[in-house]
């Protein structure tokens, strides 16, 4: 495995390769990037993510990069720290007259460099808490003084309010009055500060600049830090500016005034807010460029806080929206401009914080340096950026209005052409961003859970890499918004060629065709020119204006193959297993789905059950592997999390559907006790023993003679009393490990104590069966013998007793060999094993197989030479009024039809059940329980089940 996956970027490298992102790119030149395919081939890549906006003028641009060299060839210093910089002085001479030329500001600004985006906002913000804090020690030191020069002798005049505020009485003396002015004038000005960002902020990665960047993802587990920002949206910002005063943005001391010999306070205005954040144009939260209404409002709401106001231009600025900084465009009157980004050039590392002279707050580039910062090498590079863009007859920048304009007027295009999947088309310069429509209301389940995972944008982004070799991304906190930041040289043909991939990507999502937008992402090597087909169904599931049902309930399952896709998506028709296996392995790092749209299902009375099935898109075969590596705390984790909504949502009860109920541990694991949890297993065993017993059809099951493997298992022993009783013999057979005997034993003890019971209790048997047979025996016991067996070990006293009396293998036997199954009638596989273990050739002919092992122990090819074999895996239950599930999800069922662990699901809602019911050993008496369960509602075995299951 690359390098870069194991020791970088573990989960994101799943997240690319997911959605077919995970190239390797080696080379990179004007607009293009290359990778090489599969064959070798060099791929050329028309970049549109351009650097997050770096690249303004394309990759390695020639005449920068002769420059570069001239400059490495000249040995200019990169580590020239701690001296006067040459470069870093021209590069801000050059910005200092563009800058003042653009905001109109004759004073000139101070530059701080910097090598990164996030790094220069860090540096403002830093700059700002610095000028406050300098601002705050002024005005605590001019109290101090007041205080000092106060009169011992002069007494107070408190108005009610200051009373309250400093918690004494007017009449307290002046030394308490002082004390308590001193204390609370302190707390004032330790009140924590506070930032004002904008709603969609993006300003960056680091500690502070997360914390200011409004995507919870970002922040959220930062909480604890305390670092209070506010997040405004436009509408608020203009509701603070009119009512300053009610949003708790400064803190109030007290200041002591002597008039006429009488101390009063006065109140003295704290500013707590450090700093205004304003993007103007958000391109992570989703391209929005700010109007001049919340601009004007900015400044505004600045002017009234006295704090600084920071334009973060690292990406719309250096020429990105048409100007060296956007602000321009919209009258924003920043304080601070933040440049980074595109200054480089694309060639190297730059940024830099511009602050107003009336701003600078004296001695922080005393205390603010990095060894990165203004080194020689990247300051002339960026003033060579910016002398091309800016400088000459025809200046560079002017070609980013043009073909900003060509290439918006293409998107507003498509926007019109398709309202249904385009939501929004917004650009300002060459910052440009299509928003789709959320797609959680298609009629397509995968499309559904596309919008579940919020990766609309992202498969998007792999269709036109794969298909169309065009590179572009969502925005970093908006996934429905993808993001265009070309280069000043993008081309017609460039233009035409993403025109053409976005229309069909947006027929593709207009007729719900997931398989279009996947394939070039599932198969490298589609042609781009495929067609979207529609697949738009007819509403499914139940009809929202319908009445409610009884119940409700969720079972959780899971895919046992790949091709189950195909029924579940039918626009996934043309993909082939395999395709449909790397799809599921390649997506299986994000698992969330939504619920499928449920089926309503009634029981014989007309009591109706909503029953929802909320997969997980992983394989048997896939959860097999996680078992065997025992690497379940994802699936786990999923299955909880569904559960829970399970319970949010008003279901009754959950259902773990095969592997899931293996991986928890027969439900064990699951630890939610506000729903009812079951595998179903009871009803599961209690039909397959229904199913085991009609396909042996007219031969007498009292002749036969039963062996059930992996009996030593709660399943396998609970099958092996129930089933045996009514066979002539029973063998009990386990693995060869140690315990297996001893834990056999207890089983054969365990069941001959139950059927001695049912003796005593006068249940009968078919004659001839080995409940009566042990019937007949018990009845000539010597009364002594029944009365050893009035004690705990009653199984093993008969055991032995008949061990005495009668020829071995008479009644029960156990085994370890599997030969000795080779004989039997009937034959049960419940182990844990994960290959087959049954001598299929030597078995006896037209024997019955019973396989509800997960994974199986048989499967259906395993039996190609005897087709005398019959193979079942349980029951399939049949609805009392022909209700079934959506054709989409069905597997092997009819429409009438579900499977017994479904069916207990249901069965135990409409009891109103409200305990766990098959949540880990499951006992005979349940299975007989919850088949009378099945009796009284009318859901009745209908067929052997032939096939593997959900
Ligand atoms: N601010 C803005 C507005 C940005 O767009 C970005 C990067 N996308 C940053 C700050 C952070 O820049 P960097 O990734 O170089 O740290």
Not at 39 to 65: N, S, W
Not at 174 to 198: D, G, W
Not at 802 to 826: G, K, N
Request: aromatic share 8%; proline share 4%; glycine share 8%.
């Amino acid at each position: 495995m690359d390098n870069y996956i194991t020791l970088c970027k573990p989960t994101l490298s799943k997240a690319l390769l997911s959605i077919g992102l995970d190239k390797k790119y080696f080379k990179a030149s004007g607009n293009y990037l290359y990778y090489r395919n599969s064959q070798g081939e060099e791929v050329e890549v028309l970049d549109l993510l351009g650097g997050y906006g770096a690249t303004l003028i394309g990759h390695f641009h020639p005449q920068i990069g002769s420059r570069y060299k001239d400059y490495i060839e000249q040995k200019v210093p990169f580590h020239n720290q701690f001296s006067i910089r040459e470069g870093a002085g021209e590069l801000s001479t050059l910005l200092n007259s563009r800058l003042c030329h653009e905001t109109n500001y004759r004073d000139g600004f101070q530059f701080c460099y910097t090598s990164t985006g996030a790094e220069t906002m860090e540096i403002a913000l830093k700059h700002a808490e610095y000028a406050r804090s300098l601002e705050l020690n002024a005005m605590q030191q001019q109290l101090k003084a007041d205080y000092d020069s106060l009169n011992p002798q002069y007494s107070y005049h408190l108005l009610p309010q200051q009373e309250r505020l400093l918690g004494v009485s007017r009449l307290a003396s002046s030394h308490v009055i002082k004390q308590a002015l001193v204390r609370y004038n302190t707390e004032q000005f330790n009140k924590h500060p506070i930032f004002i960002a904008l709603e969609n902020a993006f300003h960056g990665k680091m500690m502070l600049t997360a914390n200011c960047t409004h995507h919870p993802m970002y922040r959220a587990f930062l909480r604890c830090l305390n670092i209070e920002t506010r997040f405004l949206s436009a509408h608020v910002v203009n509701e603070i500016v009119h009512n300053i005063e009610h949003h708790g943005l400064w803190g109030e001391a007290l200041q002591p005034e002597v008039i006429d010999g009488v101390i009063h306070l006065k109140p003295l205005i704290i500013r707590r807010v450090v700093a205004i954040l304003a993007e103007p144009v958000q391109g992570e939260g989703g391209v929005w460029p700010l109007n001049a209404t919340v601009a004007e409002d900015l400044n505004k709401l600045r002017d009234s806080l006295h704090c600084p106001l920071i334009a973060d231009e690292v990406q719309s600025g250096s020429g990105r929206c048409g100007m060296l900084v956007a602000a321009s465009n919209i009258g924003l009157n920043a304080d601070y401009y933040a440049l980074s980004k595109a200054l480089g050039a694309g060639y190297v590392k730059i940024g830099v914080v511009a602050i107003k002279k009336s701003h600078i707050a004296s001695g922080f580039d005393l205390i603010q340096s990095s060894t990165f910062g203004e080194d020689d090498l990247s300051c002339k590079v960026a003033r060579d950026y910016l002398e091309l863009l800016f400088n000459g007859d025809d200046p560079l920048i002017k070609r980013v209005g043009k073909i900003s304009e060509q290439l918006g007027k293409i998107l507003d295009q498509l926007k019109n052409r398709f309202p249904d999947v385009i939501k929004d088309v917004r650009y300002q310069g060459l910052l440009l961003g299509i928003e789709f429509n959320d797609v959680a209301e298609s009629s397509s389940y995968l499309m559904q859970n596309i919008a579940a995972q919020r990766s609309l944008g992202y498969i998007i982004a792999g269709h036109l890499l794969n298909a169309y070799n065009i590179r572009v991304a969502p925005s970093g906190s908006s996934e429905n918004v993808l993001r265009f930041e070309p280069s000043v040289y993008l081309e017609q043909r460039h233009i035409s060629l993403l025109q053409r991939g976005l229309e069909r990507i947006c027929l593709g999502i207009r007729y719900a065709d997931v398989g279009f937008l996947l394939r070039p992402i599932i198969n490298k090597g589609t042609s781009s020119a495929i067609q979207p087909k529609d697949y738009r169904l007819t509403a499914s599931g139940i009809d929202k204006s319908a009445t409610p049902a009884d119940f409700s309930v969720t079972f959780v399952n899971h895919l046992i193959s790949a091709a189950g896709l195909r029924d579940v998506e039918p626009s996934f028709e043309g993909f082939s297993d395999k395709e449909l296996e790397v799809f599921l392995l390649n997506t299986s790092f994000n698992l969330s789905t939504v619920p499928f749209p449920a089926s309503r299902i009634r029981n014989k009375y007309g009591k109706t059950v909503d029953f929802i099935i909320h997969p997980i898109p992983v394989t048997s075969q896939m959860i097999a592997h996680a078992l065997e590596k025992n690497n379940l705390t994802q699936l786990r984790a999923e299955i909880n999390q569904r559960i829970d909504f399970a319970m949010q949502n008003g279901s009754r009860v959950a259902g773990l559907g095969m592997f899931t109920s293996i991986i928890t541990n027969n439900g064990k694991s699951v630890k939610n006790n506000s729903i009812t949890v079951t595998t179903g297993n009871a009803l599961t065993v209690g039909m397959s023993i229904a199913a085991v017993k009609k396909a042996f059809g007219q031969r007498d099951l009292a002749c036969a003679s039963l062996s059930v493997i992996g009996a030593a298992g709660n399943i396998g022993s609970v099958y092996a009393e129930i089933l045996g009783a009514e066979c002539r013999t029973l063998r009990l057979l386990g693995s060869s490990k140690q315990d297996s005997l001893l834990r056999l034993k207890a089983v054969m003890y365990n069941i001959y104590a139950h059927y001695y019971d049912d003796f005593s209790t006068g249940k009968t048997y078919p004659v001839g069966s080995l409940a009566a047979r042990l019937a007949d025996v018990f009845n000539t016991m010597q009364p002594d013998i029944h009365q050893q067996c009035h004690t705990p070990s009653v199984g093993r006293c008969i055991s032995d007793y008949l061990a005495e009396h009668y020829p071995a293998e008479m009644f029960i036997s156990i085994s370890q060999q599997i030969d000795d199954v080779t004989d039997s009638d009937i034959i049960i596989c419940a182990t844990n094993a994960t290959n087959s273990i049954l001598p299929l050739g030597q078995l006896r002919q037209k024997a019955v197989v019973c396989d509800i092992a997960v994974p199986h122990n048989v499967l259906q090819d395993d039996l190609i030479d005897r087709p005398d074999i019959l193979l079942l895996r349980g029951g399939v239950v049949k609805t009392p009024y022909d209700d079934g599930l959506d054709p989409r999800i069905r597997a092997y069922l009819e429409g009438n039809q579900l499977y017994a662990c479904m069916t207990e699901t249901i069965l135990l809602a409409l009891e109103e059940c409200t305990e766990h019911y098959s949540y880990g050993n499951i006992t005979p008496e349940q299975v007989e329980n919850v088949m009378q369960l099945a009796d009284k509602h009318g859901f009745v075995l209908e067929d052997v089940k032939r096939e593997s299951s959900l």
